[in-house]
């Protein structure tokens, strides 16, 4: 495992009440970071994922919904108050939209209200995050890591819109490289299957997805965690850059 001394330093995570974001947060924690940990004001998850953390290090709480323009803002804002400074956002936050994925035949099935969801969180919340710590990163020399998906690059993903969402995050990723260089790095992540209960995929698909892989297994948060800590503080010479985390996924 990559070890980092984070001490002095402060991220804001967000999505962080459970997975991907949980552990993110916990690992940055556990390297001496202060963490900013972004949840739904209504997830009972979060105050829960504070209270662990807590116990480990320094914690702050940053409610707000990323898919919200103006509690996208404020959420920021405040978590910037209380850090004093900001050295690596993390967007995590997103949304598969629905409990089960659509085949992609069934297009009646994808609805106005469903690319709406899934653009204002998983991509606009992107833009609104990075856009409102763009200053803060700029002042420290910080850096952005976004989480894409394999969905991004083979436009599969649980439903049209989460892969369009996803797609637009790479170009975020490398847009905002562009709008914040030399100061700001931006990078992403693209993992594939992740040991998780994000969507409920079918159970021939859960058993199946390690052997679909190369290295035949499922990603554990705490390992993607791995890899956005060494976007976020180290990879000094990466930069719009989006590295897929998928254990083979795409070449098999």
Do not use: H
Not at 5 to 15: C, I, N, P, S, W
Not at 32 to 39: E, M, P, S
Not at 167 to 190: D, W, Y
Not at 212 to 224: C, F, H, Q, Y
């Amino acid at each position: 495992m990559i070890s980092f001394d984070l001490k002095g330093k402060t991220a804001l995570v967000t999505g962080a009440a459970s997975g991907l974001g949980l552990a993110t947060a916990k690992m940055l924690v556990e390297s001496g970071a202060t963490v900013a940990l972004n949840f739904l004001p209504d997830d009972p998850r979060g105050p829960q994922a504070i209270k662990e953390l807590n116990s480990v290090g320094n914690v702050i709480a940053a409610p707000g919904n990323v898919g919200d323009a103006a509690s996208a803002e404020a959420m920021v804002s405040d978590a910037l108050s209380a850090l004093g400074r900001l050295d690596l956002l993390v967007n995590n936050a997103g949304t598969p939209g629905v409990r089960q994925p659509i085949p992609v035949e069934r297009l009646d099935l994808i609805t106005e209200e469903l690319w709406a969801t899934l653009l204002d969180v998983n991509l606009l919340g992107v833009f609104r995050c990075s856009k409102a710590a763009a200053p803060a990163l700029k002042a420290s020399n910080g850096s952005i890591v976004n989480v894409a998906s394999t969905a991004s690059f083979d436009g599969r993903g649980s439903t049209i819109p989460y892969a369009a969402a996803k797609t637009g995050v790479v170009t975020l990723t490398k847009n905002f490289a562009r709008a914040l260089a030399p100061e700001v790095r931006v990078n992403a992540i693209a993992p594939g299957f992740i040991d998780s209960n994000w969507i409920e995929w079918p159970e021939e698909v859960r058993r199946t997805s390690a052997e679909s892989t190369l290295l035949k297994r499922v990603a554990k948060p705490s390992e993607l965690a791995e890899v956005i800590l060494y976007l976020g503080f180290g990879a000094n010479t990466i930069t719009g850059f989006t590295v897929l985390a998928d254990n083979g996924l795409l070449l098999n």
